[in-house]
């Protein structure tokens, strides 16, 4: 069974993932406002994958049978100033999950909650990708921000979608 504490914490961290979902789709639809549709397409991959961290979390607590409770989510940004903006912000956003995450596993180890700390350990290997994905297109973006092909050209040749992950924990209503 889940610690008390931890369960009430990652409650909070659907919202936070849920909450990254729809910044991304905003991000998402500001590049195809801007007809840069792989970067468009990358940032509607990334809200699908927060999307399923929230769900991820939300199947851990079911089978922790644990309450589940998931919180409302502030609007996201969606105005931009620039074509920087938005991947500047993202990468905020990444690192904040980080810390997010980490506060989380420490809270599970805090409470002798092994389980629950050993699930976390998936989201932290993530957190380290997402950071070094977002930070790279951060310097390409801001780069060549007056260079929209260029910037289309990276997100072609490096970050197109990812194989799934076999030790991804089972997302919630995911079929098999």
């Given at each position: 069974m889940a610690a008390k504490k931890f369960v009430e914490q990652l409650n909070n961290q659907i919202g936070n993932e849920f909450a990254a979902h729809q910044q991304?789709?905003?991000?998402?639809?500001?590049?195809?406002?801007?007809?840069?549709?792989?970067?468009?397409?990358?940032?509607?991959?990334?809200?699908?994958?927060?999307?399923?961290?929230?769900?991820?979390?939300?199947?851990?607590?079911?089978?922790?049978?644990?309450?589940?409770?998931?919180?409302?989510?502030?609007?996201?940004?969606?105005?931009?100033?620039?074509?920087?903006?938005?991947?500047?912000?993202?990468?905020?956003?990444?690192?904040?999950?980080?810390?997010?995450?980490?506060?989380?596993?420490?809270?599970?180890?805090?409470?002798?909650?092994?389980?629950?700390?050993?699930?976390?350990?998936?989201?932290?290997?993530?957190?380290?990708e997402e950071v070094a994905t977002i930070s790279a297109l951060v310097t390409v973006v801001t780069r060549a921000k007056h260079d929209i092909e260029a910037i289309e050209e990276y997100v072609a040749r490096e970050l197109s979608p990812a194989a799934s992950d076999s030790t991804a924990p089972p997302v919630a209503g995911a079929a098999d």
């Open positions: 991304y789709v905003a991000c998402a639809t500001y590049y195809d406002t801007l007809t840069m549709p792989r970067l468009a397409a990358f940032f509607y991959r990334q809200a699908l994958e927060e999307r399923d961290h929230a769900m991820m979390m939300v199947q851990y607590l079911l089978d922790a049978d644990a309450s589940v409770e998931i919180p409302g989510v502030a609007a996201p940004t969606s105005k931009f100033k620039d074509v920087v903006a938005p991947v500047t912000l993202a990468l905020e956003q990444e690192k904040r999950v980080t810390d997010q995450v980490n506060g989380l596993t420490a809270l599970a180890r805090s409470q002798n909650d092994f389980a629950s700390d050993q699930f976390m350990q998936w989201f932290i290997k993530e957190q380290v």
